[in-house]
């Protein structure tokens, strides 16, 4: 079911199956910013990526012994939420532990998750609960997927716009979506022009705790969309190299496994350990203008 919010500003849909966020405008123009999920193209707008972030090596993890099935991103992206808050302008959404989901992820827990309108800002938080009685293991992610173009312009116009840095180190991922190596990555007067070629070896990911804001802008017009992530350690940019008319980008707590992992999920890179009937808390906003 989708639930709608305003204020007067800017206006949201989400779904509560994956509590998805599906639609992100600006009132005064009627611009869609968030990408429609064309099944052409790629199918999702917005997943949320619980309790992991990309994919395992061989598609399994293990944990006190026993060995658990896991495809990539997690489980959350695909399944219903139960609408527990509403305003006019703020939804609040929760997913907690079934039968069925104990048998791939041995942990309670209980998966909180936001939206709030503050102007022309869209703030999103996630809230993790332990209610285990025994340490959880969980990533978790954001996957914003915005059109590329916004409006009218040509795709080439677009360029990435990163607050502070300039060289940075960009992971890369093989053929089985697992992290084989990084380089060095020199930014250019803050900015990276936006292509098809940037692509073909999968997403850039970064991580770095310099990097807590990605603009997209292009040389046209105004329209841009800034992401402001300084709760996550890694970012990901990625659009499909096939002419995809969208752009992710990407703020994680955690990352896919390398090809040397071990698979104990204590052991994963990125892994997020929660005390017993602890809590865990972020958030990001996606502003538009």
């Not at 509590?19 to 123009?29: G, Y």
């Not at 609040?92 to 022309?120: D, M």
Request: hydrophobic share 35%; charged share 20%.
């Amino acid at each position: 079911m989708k639930y709608e919010i305003n204020n007067n500003t800017i206006q949201v849909s989400v779904n509560s199956f994956g509590a998805q966020l599906s639609s992100l405008k600006k009132i005064a123009n009627n611009l869609e910013y968030l990408w429609q999920a064309n099944p052409l193209y790629w199918n999702r707008h917005a997943p949320i990526l619980f309790p992991i972030v990309g994919r395992l090596k061989e598609d399994y993890y293990c944990y006190n012994h026993q060995k658990y099935t896991l495809g990539q991103h997690g489980f959350a992206r695909d399944n219903e939420f139960t609408l527990i808050k509403q305003s006019n302008d703020f939804l609040e959404f929760k997913l907690t532990h079934t039968k069925e989901l104990l048998k791939i992820y041995p942990f309670f827990f209980e998966l909180l998750v936001s939206y709030a309108l503050i102007g022309n800002k869209l703030v999103i938080t996630y809230k993790v609960l332990n209610q285990s009685s025994e340490t959880m293991f969980f990533s978790i992610g954001a996957h914003p997927a915005f059109n590329w173009p916004l409006d009218n312009e040509n795709k080439s116009d677009y360029y990435l716009e990163f607050d502070t840095i300039t060289t940075t180190q960009r992971y890369f991922l093989n053929q089985e979506g697992l992290v084989y190596k990084k380089e060095p990555l020199t930014i250019v007067d803050n900015k990276i022009a936006l292509n098809e070629t940037l692509f073909k070896e999968d997403a850039l990911i970064f991580n770095d705790a310099t990097l807590q804001k990605i603009s997209l802008k292009n040389t046209k017009n105004s329209h841009s969309i800034t992401v402001d992530f300084k709760d996550f350690p890694y970012v990901g940019i990625w659009s499909k190299p096939n002419g995809a008319p969208f752009i992710c980008i990407e703020p994680w707590l955690g990352i896919a496994d390398d090809e040397n992992s071990t698979h104990r999920i204590e052991e994963k890179k990125g892994i997020i350990a929660l005390e017993k009937e602890g809590s865990f808390l972020c958030s990001y906003s996606i502003e538009v203008f």
